[in-house]
């Protein structure tokens, strides 16, 4: 199927042609006509299916058709609700984007920023609101928005929401729209929560389901190093500097450790920023825009912040912490390989750490290829054994050496590097 099929108006059509759409993808081929029609629908597609187009451009056709004269007073007809900042502003440029060629006006509006500017522009009317779930209800109160002409609801990246506690104002958002709402809900997975969510507040919603969760991208290579805790960060910028990656994402757990990978890097003379909830909104869009225009080699974010990165050709995903929720990384390496593109993620695993990559293994089906012989191998760092304590003999190299326990450097080196070809578990 093509864009072109679909029977979209011609100035939407014009403006995906521009960007270079010719045929959907699958959740965007499956979703469009259900949201076209106004059935309610529930969407599980992952991180980097185009998700966004699914419903944005169904959406901008049905709003064309009721505002699309420049001169039909602006009422909020469509919402977006979504979890962070970073997405949000990625949901309103798609919508600027596929509706250049109309007459519809959105706004984005989210917390951590003076109000001014979006109260404003709400007085003077718009017709498709994405905002984040705290602002929204607080503008609400203060009765510069309403719902009274609301044709559209839709709740993206609901599981996310879940995860950070925004279900029960999701709910207070639902309950203030009209009853005879279309209402789209589009989830990477479904919880029992969220389905649960459907059931009460969906009317006889379409169900559609594109590449599973513990699917990872196809052209996406991945890579696990087994190292010490306190020696990621050598690692870090043995990589980048001596396997010359350039335009690399690096996820780390905290946002205390966020600030320390930053700088350990800027300390060796690599630049770096890094985006994290605890950072304004200014510095996340000022460190974000100059990762995206190559101006920075290096970002490094948590897994909240990170959710509205969107870049086409990123090359390169580390997971400086591995996740300790296993479709965290599907996420996560779901940032490179996108739009047919190669890529390739690279997994730090320290002692600690072997849970995790072994529920990760589990759920996409797959082991990750162990790389060895680099220079930071486990058991050479703060997991070594001390003098006189005796070593884990089922992680780390066996000790051949009469009963002393004392080696070269060197020989243990060799050892730990044989070692590391073998699983953990």
């Not at 979890?83 to 600027?96: H, K, M, N, V, W």
């Not at 519809?104 to 003076?114: A, S």
């Not at 009317?203 to 594109?210: D, F, G, I, M, N």
């Not at 580390?318 to 296993?326: E, R, Y």
Request: glycine share 8%; aromatic share 6%; charged share 25%.
């Amino acid at each position: 199927m093509k864009f072109d099929e679909l029977n979209l108006i011609r100035n939407i059509q014009q403006a995906l042609t521009e960007e270079g759409y010719e045929n959907p993808t699958p959740i965007q081929e499956q979703a469009i006509p259900i949201i076209m029609e106004g059935t309610d629908l529930v969407g599980c597609a992952q991180t980097g299916t185009g998700k966004t187009a699914a419903f944005a451009v169904p959406i901008l056709h049905n709003l064309h058709r009721i505002v699309g004269s420049a001169t039909k007073v602006k009422y909020i007809r469509a919402l977006i609700v979504t979890p962070t900042r970073e997405l949000a502003l990625q949901i309103g440029e798609s919508f600027d984007t596929y509706g250049k060629y109309t007459n519809i006006r959105q706004l984005t509006i989210f917390g951590g920023v003076n109000q001014v500017s979006q109260t404003d522009q709400l007085r003077k009317g718009v017709d498709i609101l994405i905002a984040t779930p705290g602002r929204l209800l607080d503008l609400h109160k203060q009765g510069f928005i309403k719902f009274d002409h609301l044709h559209t609801l839709v709740l993206d990246e609901a599981d996310q929401m879940l995860d950070m506690g925004f279900i029960n104002d999701v709910k207070k958002i639902i309950k203030l729209t009209p009853d005879n709402r279309q209402t789209l809900l589009f989830s990477a997975t479904m919880p029992v929560a969220i389905r649960e969510l459907a059931d009460t507040f969906l009317t006889k919603p379409k169900y559609v389901s594109v590449a599973p969760i513990s699917s990872t991208a196809e052209k996406v290579k991945q890579q696990v190093y087994f190292v010490d805790k306190g020696d990621k960060r050598k690692l870090l910028y043995h990589l980048i500097r001596n396997e010359n990656l350039d335009n690399v994402l690096v996820f780390t757990r905290t946002k205390h450790g966020a600030d320390n990978v930053v700088k350990a890097l800027k300390k060796n003379g690599v630049e770096s920023g890094a985006i994290h909830g605890d950072k304004s909104q200014n510095s996340r869009v000022r460190v974000l825009d100059a990762f995206k225009n190559k101006e920075i080699p290096v970002l490094v974010a948590t897994d909240i912040a990170a959710r509205g990165i969107d870049i086409e050709s990123l090359p390169y995903v580390i997971n400086f912490d591995l996740p300790n929720i296993p479709e965290t990384y599907v996420h996560r390496i779901g940032r490179t390989g996108r739009a047919g593109n190669s890529g390739l993620a690279i997994s730090f695993c320290a002692k600690d750490e072997q849970p995790y990559l072994k529920d990760i293994e589990k759920l996409i089906r797959m082991p990750i290829k162990v790389i060895d012989g680099h220079p930071y191998p486990y058991g050479m760092g703060e997991d070594a054994p001390k003098e006189g304590q005796k070593p884990d003999l089922r992680n780390k190299p066996k000790n051949n050496n009469g009963g002393s326990g004392q080696k070269s450097n060197n020989s243990r080196k060799s050892e730990a590097s044989k070692q590391n070809k073998k699983r953990w578990y």
